[in-house]
Nanobody
Framework: QVRLVESGGGLVQPGGSLRLSCAGS????????IDWYRQPTGKERELVAY????????NYANPVKGRFTISRDNFNGVVYLEMNDLKPEDTAMYYC???????WGPGTQVIVSS
C-alpha cells in the first residue's frame, strides 16, 4: 500500500524557518518525481515546489522563490522542503504528492503568526 507522511509543520513567527519532511512507504520514493503543494484555509491547493528523481532539477512557485528549497535524500527515501523567511501568507496545510502514483499525504499544518 502506497503511503506518504509529511512532518515538520508548526507555529512560527514571521521571518522564521521550518523544514518539512515527506517520507513514503509501500513504494520506492527515490524513483519518483515529487511535488509539494499547500492549501490555505478556504482556498485552492497550489503547487509550491517540484523535484525530479535525481534532485538536479527543481522548480518553485513565484511566491516562494528565493525562500523555499526542495531537496531529497534518496538513500533514506525522504524529500524535504526548507522554508525560510516565512510570511503570514505562507500559512497553509502542506502536502507532498507523487504525481505518477496519484498519492497524497495527510498534510502538515504550517502557521506563520506573531
Amino acid at each position: 500500500q502506497v503511503r506518504l507522511v509529511e512532518s515538520g509543520g508548526g507555529l512560527v513567527q514571521p521571518g522564521g524557518s521550518l523544514r518539512l519532511s515527506c517520507a513514503g512507504s509501500g513504494f520506492s520514493l527515490s524513483s519518483y518525481e515529487i511535488d509539494w503543494y499547500r492549501q490555505p484555509t478556504g482556498k485552492e491547493r497550489e503547487l509550491v515546489a517540484y523535484i525530479n528523481t535525481s534532485g538536479r532539477s527543481v522548480n518553485y512557485a513565484n511566491p516562494v522563490k528565493g525562500r523555499f528549497t526542495i531537496s531529497r535524500d534518496n538513500f533514506n527515501g525522504v524529500v524535504y522542503l526548507e522554508m525560510n523567511d516565512l510570511k503570514p501568507e505562507d500559512t497553509a496545510m502542506y502536502y507532498c504528492n507523487v504525481p505518477k502514483l496519484s498519492a497524497w499525504g495527510p498534510g502538515t499544518q504550517v502557521i506563520v503568526s506573531s
